[in-house]
């Protein structure tokens, strides 16, 4: 009896340690100066962070004055640069072999170039703006939370201001800036 209790106990804990697991959602293929890194399960940094290292979600990633550091998706290789004085916070979940895609950005300059996204979304989220991508590569400039300017390089996307609610479509060659008391506008620029 002893021993069919303890099977038991055995099995509900391997069933709950398989539902609690994260998955990794990507790896980082380039990393340069000083980067800091902060796993989901740990709760203080560490500077052990270096190319094939697979991320999860709740993984967090903080570049010094010189640090850079590239992350890719493992489901369709897009990629987020992130570059000095930037901290990001990458989560999302695998949902039927797509990975939803949602990144937490307090502040930096990142580059975000990003597959078409079929049956899953990626959301980008500051302290001032939501940003929905479907598929585009664009730069983020946030401000921590004085604003962001969003620069379009290639596809659409939706920009929200928190505060305001207002929508703007980032296109090519064009900026929105949001900022914290709500305004939200849209800027056209030369390729230049």
Not at 4 to 12: C, G, P, T, Y
Not at 36 to 60: A, M, Q
Not at 88 to 93: D, N, P, R
Not at 158 to 184: M, R
Request: hydrophobic letters at 35%; aromatic letters at 10%.
């Amino acid at each position: 009896m002893k021993s069919f209790r303890l099977k038991i106990i055995i099995s509900l804990l391997i069933i709950f340690s398989f539902s609690i697991a994260k998955e990794t959602l990507g790896l980082v293929t380039k990393t340069k100066g000083k980067v800091e890194y902060k796993k989901f399960s740990s709760k203080k940094f560490t500077t052990d962070f270096y190319r094939g290292l697979g991320l999860y979600g709740d993984d967090n990633i903080r570049t010094g004055d010189n640090g850079f550091s590239i992350y890719r998706y493992l489901d369709d290789a897009s990629s987020i640069k992130i570059l000095k004085n930037s901290d990001a916070l990458i989560q999302g979940s695998v949902n039927k072999r797509n990975i939803v895609k949602h990144v937490e950005v307090n502040n930096g300059l990142l580059n975000f170039n990003i597959d078409k996204q079929e049956n899953a979304s990626f959301t980008v989220v500051t302290p001032t703006s939501i940003a929905t991508v479907k598929g585009t590569d664009f730069w983020l400039f946030c401000n921590g939370p004085e604003g962001d300017r969003f620069i379009g390089v290639e596809g659409d996307v939706e920009v929200k201001n928190i505060e305001s609610g207002s929508i703007v479509i980032l296109k090519e060659n064009t900026a929105v800036v949001s900022s914290s008391n709500g305004n939200i506008s849209l800027q056209n620029m030369t390729p230049q």
